[in-house]
């Protein structure tokens, strides 16, 4: 299968050398969707937010999923390369620097983040996961983040679809591969809240301010 590019709105900061923060929505949104969860971040940074080229049943994803929370690794390993060469390409049309990339990403948005993360260590400056799940069933043990870059996660007790296990044991992979990991678990469910994104902009501004 041939890569294709992704649906996408760029809005340049007005000013050069600028962070991009890189919009992933969940299941059955569009890149309108996390545009005003990023003006809550500021507005200093470009913005980069994509529609996932994945349809289920005519609900925009960033890669397949075989049942509820069991995912088509083939398929994300497939759209994680896919993501990267399209962003490889659009960084030279619209100018952002590739290497300042601040992934926010909800739900299956964070999943596909979260691949980024394990096929691409070193390639996001940053990563926001409100409620993730650990993207493979298998993650290699010698994955090595060489920048200590940080991530952010947010996670719901009462969230049907993780369970916090899984979620602990995801933090413990990244960690141990060098990432800098911040991980909340708040008393609610999947939907998101202000305290994600209040956590989250105190996280921003600690991290790239
Ligand atoms: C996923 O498929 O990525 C997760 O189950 C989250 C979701 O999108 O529902």
Not at 20 to 47: K, M, R, S, V
Not at 66 to 79: A, P, V
Not at 102 to 121: C, D, F, Q, T
């Amino acid at each position: 299968m041939e890569f294709q590019t992704l649906k996408y709105i760029y809005q340049p900061a007005n000013r050069v050398g600028a962070h991009t923060l890189l919009l992933l929505h969940g299941t059955g949104g569009d890149e309108t969707d996390l545009l005003p969860i990023a003006q809550e971040f500021g507005n200093d940074f470009n913005i980069l937010s994509l529609r996932g080229n994945v349809s289920e049943n005519g609900m925009p994803r960033f890669f397949r999923r075989l049942g509820m929370g069991i995912f088509d690794e083939q398929d994300l390993t497939f759209r994680t390369h896919e993501i990267v060469d399209f962003l490889t390409k659009l960084s030279a049309k619209e100018g952002f620097d590739l290497t300042k990339l601040i992934a926010l990403g909800y739900s299956n948005g964070a999943n596909i983040a979260g691949s980024l993360l394990v096929l691409y260590p070193d390639f996001l400056a940053g990563a926001i996961l409100y409620r993730p799940m650990q993207p493979f069933q298998k993650i290699d043990l010698a994955l090595k983040n060489t920048k200590q870059t940080p991530i952010f996660m947010s996670n719901g007790a009462n969230d049907p679809t993780i369970r916090p296990s899984d979620t602990a044991s995801y933090v413990d992979i990244l960690k141990t591969a060098g990432f800098e990991v911040a991980n909340h678990t708040l008393p609610i469910g999947h939907n998101l809240s202000r305290e994600d994104l209040r956590l989250s902009v105190e996280w921003y501004h600690k991290h790239f301010n």
